[in-house]
């Protein structure tokens, strides 16, 4: 459909940091470099008032917030926007409920994608007060996507919907990862110097919060040789330290504080292997795997239950998955790849592969305006066939 107009509703957008925030604005961008006139409407993430800027071809409209309380904001000029917003299509970012409420209160008349990315895990009790408001929303989402075949079996909510679910994987600008530059090829070979020492070097990355089980990763170096480094921060990066020091690692444990996304290039291809060792639902897709693949790097990640962890980078194909919680396992995988011949160039290729094959923006940016003609015709795109579907095993 040429021309489509989408607008997307999401709670914030970059510079304001974050993995949605990331995936809105590169989908937006892709859409836009295929020929759709694309706009994103989201919440300010700094004091101020309502503002509109435009990211390249994509029209941004932050919205100020007057009042902010229990993770919702009172934006005064949202709701009026989305009474007037000129587009065929909607596709609004969840968990978002500053977002639901002012869809609730503009009602406009337009067909909605909804782009679930997680269940709310902690905060149950809040989660389902707010179920009977999502609900009423939810009355005119035309689909709902989930970002893995493996994700809705694990939601009750979104086995309710089951009519309405689609698969549309998460995507990103490949070409750095894929066909790094000559600084940081240089750069890596730095990194091995620096930090090898003559063995491996093990990366992980990311907020450094509960559910992304570093601890497990720490408990299993005390089983393998090697370096970590740790590139991220959070709440829990005081307590990881100190787990270094009680198992006597803390010389092989680098903490390399937050980087710049396109700086943890080098270090993907200094290393061995990406560890992902989360542990919980939240974790429910794990983007930086594919940032590690595309660069060749196989991934040691975790069987969570009805997450997409496991289904990014495969067992066997472009890494090595293990149970999760579970250090020597994660151990016992490590040892695998220095161990047996030709495992590791194996997972790189599979890893590239798979990079390219599922999560490009490009290909990312396509399904999701096939996902849109399918919405507006209420007919099938007969080419979809190679889109993931749901798993059915996943129901159970």
Known sequence: MKNLRICHLGK????????????VRTLALAQADLGANVQVFCMRHDPGPTTTEWDGPVEVTRFGRALSAAKLDYCPDLVAALRDVDADVLHMQVPNPTMILALLAARPRLPLVVMYQSDVIRQRLRSLL????????YRQVRAIVASSPTYPGGSSFLRSYGDRLQVLPMGIDLKPYLEPSLEDRDEAMRIQVRHGR??????????????????????????????LLLAGDGPERQALEDEAKELGVSDRVVFL??????????????????????????????????????????????????SG??????????????????PLAFANAAQRL??????R????????????????HRVMAQRSLDLYDEVLTDEPVPHLASRPRLIPSQWS
């Open 198 to 227: 003559g063995g491996p070097i093990w990366l992980g990355a990311g907020r450094m919060v509960y559910y992304k089980g570093f601890h497990n990763a720490i408990r299993a170096l005390t089983r393998v040789p090697g370096t």
């Open 130 to 137: 707010f179920r009977p408001i999502e609900r009423l929303a």
């Open 309 to 326: 962890v496991s289904w990014v980078s495969l067992h066997d194909q472009t890494g090595l998955t293990v149970p999760i919680n579970d």
């Open 257 to 306: 504080g937050n980087l710049h996304y396109r700086a943890i290039v080098p270090y993907y291809l200094a290393a061995t292997a990406f560890w992902f060792p989360s542990n919980a639902r939240s974790e429910a897709f794990g983007l930086v795997q594919v940032e590690a693949m595309a660069c060749g790097c196989p991934v040691i990640n975790t069987a969570i239950p009805h």
């Open 338 to 343: 220095l161990n047996e011949p030709g495992l």
């Open 12 to 23: 914030f957008y970059p510079p304001a940091p974050g993995g949605i925030e990331t995936h």
């Open 345 to 360: 160039d194996r997972l790189s290729e599979g890893a590239r592969r798979r990079a390219s094959a599922e999560f490009d």
